[in-house]
């Protein structure tokens, strides 16, 4: 059994600072890691990545996050990247890491991810070289997540990105905006890849649950959607990961 | 009529995304009186977004029913098997 704390979209500022940790004090109780699906800040500068890097340091579990597009509107990602590295918490940016959790092994991949849209109503690698970067740097993004997903030895695999891979999950937003919450894409790499979760943030105005179409369970975790410091899912290890290493052991000896 | 007040709310919004950072507040220009839906992460955001729309808003009145998210600690785990 895994237990997953997430959270996204904490927006953290100078006004606020503190606040959100003030909330955490239970959390390592509660979970063995905690992921955060991206825009930890409000519009990604230097000083409020150094705020977001004090709500999450020393939290007593792992902290795995992604950032978000509010994390990059001030060309600072790589900065925000450092402090929150120099925090401890692990950034992933289309790479993934693996964590012991009491004998289990949990994987995580991820990254921002990026737009695009849905099945049948999507943008297209098509015409203008702006419409052209667009797709390809989500299309780019799904394809490393899709292997690093398939690359982790792990016996449960966790998903985690900004935008959506599934349009489950943004329910209560404006059709026309669905484009800019997420993709198709992301999804499809999930579903050929594996994994047990899927969690991502963005979609302030969507639902906590959904699926990708092969079925991964989807979880929106923004803060406005779950309502919540952050969400607890526990993971049940499959069976059939239990067979898998009793006879990976076997014919080791 | 409707068409212009349908650009009067997609200036105020982006505004809101350039002097207030936010991106998901929803903006409805009804006559006189434009209003803000949506969820804010403080109270100071709350004025701060109101003070955004109020600068774009060429002087109608503001109805800023913008929620504070309410991030308590959690009461319960989801079972996923
Ligand atoms: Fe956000
Ligand atoms: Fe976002």
Known sequence: MIRVAAAGDLHVGPEVAGAYRARLSALAGQADVFLVAGDLTRHGTAEEGRIAAGELRDLGVPVIAVLGN??????????????????????????????????TRLGIAGGKGFGGGFEGRCASDFGEPEMKAFVRHTRDFAERLGACLQD?????????????????????????????????????????????????????????????????????????????????????????????????????? | MTGMSEYLAAHIQERLAADAYELGIRVDVRGDVVHLRGEVMSEQRRREAEEAARAAAEGREICNELHVVAVAEPEAEERLS
Do not use: M
């Open chain 1, 70 to 103: 509010h994390d990059y509107h001030s060309g600072a990602e790589e900065e925000i990247t450092g402090v929150l590295r120099d925090a401890g918490v692990t950034v992933l940016e289309g790479g993934g890491t693996v964590l012991d959790c009491t004998g």
């Open chain 1, 152 to 253: 982790l030895d792990a016996d449960v695999t966790v998903a985690l990105t900004h935008y959506s891979p599934s349009a489950d999950t943004l329910e209560g937003e404006p059709l026309e905006i669905y484009p800019f919450l997420g993709s198709y894409l992301l999804g499809e790499a999930i579903d050929a890849a594996g994994a047990d979760l899927a969690v991502h943030g963005h979609a302030h105005k969507g639902t906590e649950k959904g699926l990708t179409s092969g079925g991964v369970r989807v979880r929106n975790v923004a803060l406005p959607v779950i309502q919540h410091a952050y969400a607890l899912y526990r993971l049940d290890v499959p069976e059939a990961t239990f067979r898998r290493s009793v006879r990976e052991r076997v014919s080791a000896w």
